[in-house]
């Protein structure tokens, strides 16, 4: 017997809607590769009904106090607990994201966050200046009008509340669009929005293609500033894209993230750091720990242990709360992953761990990636050198902190980087 597929509407001017077309597209769970759920392949019919939802919804949006938007997200935040388990579920279905971590980071963080902006908005102010005595000069922050959000899939749901819950406190409506592959979670956030009190139009949900949706709203001009995460080459185009109407962007773009063990570092604890940082998330995160630089004097001990401690990461059915690793989002990211491998193997990267399509029973249908690691790699490789998101780390020597330095810097990306010592002078 087929498993129920559950067709989802979206939600626009705070009705439940389909695409005009009626057009769908599949969801896929990653662990399986299983079609779990239908979402609306909206076009830019929806993009300009939910843009128009938006600016109607702005004028009393915005009139509100910071106090009755800050109960609203309060509200939210207590309805994402009270629905925890279901959006935890939904999360790893749609994603592969292991149900432990989504039922005790991803989800209570999602709701913790809405908290903070509740009360972080009340503390915004403006300045006063010190023109001259002729002239009082002050700032009085003011919503921008219509916000759109563009998202990632790597925590899906996590994402929309960053960017929701800072444009939504400060008196703007925003326009969501969720990535094709995860919307779920997204349109689920909107519908609890509504029960929380968000009046309709002030938080609406396209789904569909980023290269038709998502363009559409980059360009619509009645939507004032596009916050945006995911792949650098994306967000170039959407800042080129934003530049005709002049709409301020905000981007949160890649990573190819330093891991640096000085020679004075505990390697234990270093070990345990390299683990959380590169197998978070089954390493799909922008600031994941990705190449690694370790002095000469403990390379081989750490390579050691840090090799050991990431064959015993348990990868599999992300539903068993026993799983550590899930899949990876989705099939052609898996094969992405796997031309990375077997090019480092080509290029002479020293496999220490997996590199293998992963083939258990719970694993062989599924998107997955073993934990792989690549010793004696240098930087003028392509694992060294561009972000792979996935689980494959590429370890390299150097002699001197000078070295390290230089090799950190010699990169195309700036996110975040990490150095392991007991000496802070250093
Ligand atoms: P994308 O940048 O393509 O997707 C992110 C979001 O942008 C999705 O909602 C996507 O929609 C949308 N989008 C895609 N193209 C356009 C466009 N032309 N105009 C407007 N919106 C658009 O990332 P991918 O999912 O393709 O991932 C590719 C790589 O990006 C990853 O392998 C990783 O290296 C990097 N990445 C980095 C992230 C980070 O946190 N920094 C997060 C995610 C990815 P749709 O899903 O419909 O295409």
Known sequence: MSAQIIEYKTVIAGERMSASDGATMPIINPANGTV????PKCGSNEVNLAVAAALKAAPEWASKTVGERSKVLLKLSQLIMANLNELARLETMEHGSPIRK??????????????YFAGVGRALTGETLPVGPWCTSMTIREPLGVVGLITPWNFPALMVVWKLGAALITGNTVVVKPPSITPLTTIRLAELALEAGAPPGVVNVVTGPGETVGEALVQHPDVTKIGFTGDTVTGKRIMSLASSSVKQVGLELGGKNAFIVLADADVDSAVEGAVFGAFFNTGQVCAAASRFYIHES???RFTEKFVEASSHLKYGDPMNME???GPVAYAAHRDKIEGYIERAKKAGADLLLGGERPDTPDTKDGFFVAPTVFGSCSNDMEIMRDEIFG?????CKFKTNEEAVALTNDTKYGLSASVWTKDLEN
């Open 36 to 39: 779990i759920a239908r979402a």
């Open 323 to 325: 799983t550590v690793l």
């Open 391 to 395: 689980p494959v780390i590429a370890l």
């Open 102 to 115: 989504t039922m005790n980071f991803d989800v209570p963080l999602c709701a913790e966050q809405l908290e």
């Open 298 to 300: 403990l390379y081989d």
